[in-house]
């Protein structure tokens, strides 16, 4: 179901949500990462939040598709 301009469905929800979950793990993920010791990315930090929330949403697609194979 496509949302008209300007407005949000359900599905848009939802696909925002999962986005943003994604972001806030991506987040967590370097959080942790720093909490090692020995481990600062400095200004590289953004980056690293980035790859991580990558790497999350490809974790799961992958698990998303195992299920509902």
Do not use: C
Not at 16 to 31: K, N, Q, R
Not at 35 to 56: C, E, H, K, Q
């Amino acid at each position: 179901m496509r949302s008209e301009k300007y407005s949000l469905v359900k599905e848009d929800l939802k696909r925002v949500g999962v986005g943003a979950l994604v972001a806030i793990l991506g987040a967590l993920a370097t959080y942790f990462e720093q909490t090692i010791p020995n481990i600062d990315f400095n200004a590289y930090t953004p980056l690293v939040v980035a790859i991580n929330s990558v790497v999350v949403n490809v974790i799961r697609k992958y698990v998303a598709e195992t299920i509902y194979k």
